[in-house]
Antibody, heavy 122, light 107 residues
Framework: QVQLQESGPRLVKPSQTLSLTCTVSGDSINSGSYYWTWIRQPAGKGLEWIGR???????NYNPSLKSRVTISVDTSKNQFSLRLSSVTAADTAVYYC??????????????WGQGILVTVSS | DIQMTQSPSSLSASVGDRVTITCRAN??????LNWYQQKPGKAPKLLIY???NFKTGVPSRFSGSGSGTDFAFTISSLQPEDIATYYC?????????FGGGTKVEIK
């Protein structure tokens, strides 16, 4: 059973870079055709897709965040990471990592990590 | 971006009631729609994929329907453990987007 776990600093100062890591257990991050994804959720609000890394090597980002986001994969550690630069209070949210599965034309997120609350504050 | 509009944003119903949530896309997304359940303090969990297909193990009281721009998610008999917020999500095109959520409570 595949499990994902987010880790990283829970407090980041404004203008600095938010860095999170998602550790994948139960399967190799290189196995299958998956997208390794980051999604966030401000307190009391809905879900926002941040972006994804495809095991084939490509990345896609939400245009609203594209200039500030980098998602990368470390296959030796079975991890993938999120970097979000120049953060403001608006970036305060629970950050989830998730695996996006696909078969032919069908895509879905499963499983998700438990989420990590990151607060941007001085 | 494809905008996903869910309604209602919240509802209160009695145990055993039939509950229906709607999700509307602002353009045709075929059946490229999933439904997730998020309980308080937890990550979302996939319930329905491709508009109407159950994830293995999901109770049969949950169902989904629709295609094009209009979709529905139904709980045929609301149970206390169904208290959660439900989200639709489209995967027709990037950026992937979610509906605003529907919070389901017990009356």
């Amino acid at each position: 059973q595949v499990q994902l776990q987010e880790s990283g600093p829970r407090l980041v100062k404004p203008s600095q870079t938010l860095s999170l890591t998602c550790t994948v257990s139960g399967d190799s991050i290189n196995s299958g055709s998956y997208y390794w994804t980051w999604i966030r959720q401000p307190a009391g609000k809905g879900l926002e897709w941040i972006g994804r890394f495809y095991t084939g090597g490509s990345t896609n980002y939400n245009p609203s965040l594209k200039s500030r986001v980098t998602i990368s994969v470390d296959t030796s550690k079975n991890q993938f990471s999120l970097r979000l630069s120049s953060v403001t209070a608006a970036d305060t949210a629970v950050y989830y990592c998730a695996r996006e599965c696909r078969t032919e034309w069908i895509h879905w997120f499963d499983p998700w990590g438990q989420g990590i609350l990151v607060t941007v504050s001085s | 971006d494809i905008q996903m509009t869910q309604s209602p944003s919240s509802l209160s119903a009695s145990v055993g009631d039939r509950v229906t949530i709607t999700c509307r896309a602002n353009q045709d997304i075929s059946t490229f729609l999933n439904w997730y359940q998020q309980k308080p303090g937890k990550a979302p969990k996939l319930l329905i994929y491709d508009a109407s297909n159950f994830k293995t193990g999901v109770p049969s009281r949950f169902s989904g329907s629709g295609s094009g721009t209009d979709f529905a998610f139904t709980i045929s008999s609301l149970q206390p453990e169904d208290i959660a917020t439900y989200y639709c999500q489209q995967y027709d095109s990037l950026p992937l987007t979610f509906g605003g959520g529907t919070k389901v409570e017990i009356k």
